[in-house]
């Protein structure tokens, strides 16, 4: 919520209809790295992804947690919410964009929805917005654009509470560049497209049957990423082979 009179007021209506996916016990697949595909054991640096568009930001009291279903991340608070032409349906979660401002850059991931702003209008958490621009000013014109996630290690799957054999939701997690599809190969051999809901996960409302999965996930640049993961554990988070690159 915004505690400020410079920043939006959030909805509460986010709040009551999304609800945060929570961590078990984290488990994985063993990562490992596989010709074409990407690295695993290095941080990846941020590389542009577009031109610059020119902005707004304001700021809000961020947790982390949002309308993107992520969990509070109190150690990394330089996160944003966006306006909903760019949240493009929960499209734009995990990305990451490089801000310019009149006191310096800051690069934010986008863990929440911006309810009522226009496009390219950022709604930095405060934190991330004090390192740019004058607080006392609230609203202050910048320029920014997506770049690529410096995360380190493979992305990671994570199934939503309630999950089971005949409802089955996954969050694609730590990816360095934004995610355009989820696929499961059916149990007829096709791979079938997971629709992709407004609070970030993948339903598959009739499951995904019971035993391994076996997924695929394809970024903004069409690069692919092919999985297995073994079977459906509702809260649990697996970590994948490889991670995406440029």
Same mark, same amino acid.
């Given at each position: 919520? *915004?505690?400020?009179? +410079? ?7 986010? @709040? ?10 984290? =488990? +994985? @697949? ?9 690295? !695993?054991?290095? %941080? ?18 961020? !947790?982390?947690?949002?309308?993107? =279903?992520?969990?509070? =991340? ?5 996160? !944003? %919410? ?16 490089? @801000? $310019? ?19 390219? *209008?950022?709604?930095?958490?405060? /934190? ?21 996630? &410096? ?6 799957? +994570? ?34 497209? @997971? ?9 598959? &409302? ?12 394809? &970024? ?12 459906? $554990?509702?809260?649990?988070?697996? =970590?994948?082979?490889? /991670?995406?690159?440029?």
């Amino acid at each position: 919520m *915004h505690r400020t009179p +410079h920043a939006l007021v959030r909805s509460s209506v986010i @709040v009551l209809l999304l609800s945060l996916a929570a961590c078990g016990s984290e =488990s +994985h @697949v063993e990562p490992k790295t596989e010709e074409g595909t990407g690295h !695993t054991g290095e %941080a990846l640096a941020s590389t542009p992804l577009g031109d610059y568009k020119s902005g707004i930001i304001t700021f809000y009291d961020a !947790t982390g947690a949002g309308a993107c =279903s992520f969990d509070a =991340s109190p150690e990394d608070l330089d996160v !944003t %919410a966006i306006g909903e032409p760019d949240y493009a349906g929960s499209g734009a979660c995990g990305s990451c964009a490089e @801000v $310019q401002g009149p006191q310096g850059t800051v690069k934010v991931r986008i863990v929440d929805l911006c309810p009522g702003c226009a496009a390219s *209008h950022l709604d930095l958490s405060r /934190q991330a917005f004090a390192k740019i621009a004058n607080p006392i000013d609230g609203r202050v014109n910048v320029r920014w654009r997506y770049v690529s996630c &410096a995360v380190t290690g493979p992305i990671r799957y +994570h199934f939503k509470d309630g999950s089971n054999p005949w409802w089955t939701a996954i969050q694609v997690r730590n990816h360095a560049l934004p995610i355009q599809k989820l696929e499961w190969l059916n149990p007829e051999g096709k791979w079938v497209s @997971v629709p992709r809901l407004s609070y970030n996960y993948f339903v598959q &409302a009739t499951g995904m049957g019971s035993g391994a999965i076996r997924v695929r996930v394809t &970024a903004s640049n069409g690069k692919v990423l092919e999985d297995t993961l073994p079977g459906i $554990q509702a809260g649990q988070t697996f =970590s994948g082979k490889a /991670q995406f690159t440029l």
